[in-house]
């Protein structure tokens, strides 16, 4: 089955899509991107996926910007024409090619623009149900992870050492001992008093859209979520863990470096941020609530 992908302004089959070998997001990672969930055939919070995009390429002096009122209408456009249900659209951004290979960037960018969509079960997949194992794997990314930038390596190498270790995911570990985020979603205990902690937002992490609505759908409900750093060995205590990214939703986490969290399956906590979460995208909670409790 062919699939409708999108490159500097035009729909094309995405096996026909082609970027040159000097564009500095392959020769220099230079480029940002967003992942935005699908549910439903409905994209969720697009606009904060969009105004972070713009944050991003801002905070590393792109000057040209892409117009969002086009980037909506290319998501909106590669949900329908893709049949897309339940998954992503992935949208990357990059300072464009110039024939060569120059560290300095150009003044006046001409970007390249890619996006496409991909099926994927996010609510109810066994991860939702059970819960993941993760590793802890150091910190070792540049300091500036608040830009959603394509330089993923370090993240790419947590998870597949993860994999290796028979681990699903990886939580990095910053060099005094506390949890930055996960390898590509934000990290949550719940403390046995029941509080539930994830880090401030700064420059250790990206500012997560699933973050910012699971704070707004528990705000709804008169839950408070605290925002400090947590070590390790405090999520080792812990209750409950979770962590939220717009691939994975709200997954409990049951398992970190082999050792149980809590009694080791999804806890009450978690499981009522996953209804929390659910309502807010207009998914029916119901269907949370026939994954158990712990
Ligand atoms: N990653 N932290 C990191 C390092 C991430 O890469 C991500 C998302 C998040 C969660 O952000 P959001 O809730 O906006 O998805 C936090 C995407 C999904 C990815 O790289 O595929």
Redesign the pocket.
């Known amino acids: 089955m062919t699939r409708t992908a999108w490159l500097n302004g035009v729909f094309v089959d995405a096996g026909e899509a082609r970027i040159s070998p000097f564009d500095r997001g392959f020769l220099f990672a230079d480029s940002v991107y967003e992942?935005t969930a699908v549910y439903n055939g409905c994209l969720i919070d697009l606009d904060l996926?969009l105004r972070r995009l713009e944050r991003s390429l801002n905070e590393l002096g792109y000057g040209t910007l892409p117009d969002p009122a086009e980037l909506a209408r290319v998501h909106e456009r590669l949900v329908r024409d893709n049949r897309l249900v339940e998954g992503y659209v992935y949208l990357q951004v990059t300072r464009g090619a110039y024939g060569g290979r120059d560290f300095v960037a150009p003044p006046r960018p001409v970007l390249t623009c890619f996006a496409f969509a991909e099926p994927r079960t996010l609510l109810d997949t066994p991860a939702a149900r059970n819960g993941i194992r993760v590793i802890a794997a150091p910190d070792i990314r540049w300091a500036r992870?608040d830009i959603?930038t394509t330089g993923?390596l370090a993240?790419s190498l947590a998870k597949t050492e993860a994999r290796r270790r028979g681990a699903d995911d990886a939580w990095l570990v910053a060099p005094d001992g506390s949890i930055t985020?996960?390898?590509?979603?934000?990290a949550y205990i719940v403390t046995r008093e029941g509080a539930i902690i994830t880090r401030r937002l700064s420059n250790d992490?990206?500012a997560?859209?699933?973050?910012a609505t699971v704070f707004r759908a528990l705000a709804a409900e008169g839950i408070r979520i605290s925002e400090r750093a947590f070590t390790l060995s405090e999520a080792h205590d812990a209750a409950e863990a979770f962590s939220?990214?717009?691939?994975a939703l709200v997954t409990p986490v049951v398992m970190i470096e082999g050792e149980p969290v809590g009694g080791g399956a999804p806890g009450p906590v978690t499981r009522r941020v996953q209804m929390a979460y659910a309502r807010a995208i207009g998914a029916d909670p119901e269907m949370i609530a026939a994954f158990g409790a712990a």
């Open positions: 992942v996926h992870r959603k993923l993240q985020e996960g390898a590509s979603s934000n992490i990206l997560g859209v699933t973050r939220t990214a717009a691939t």
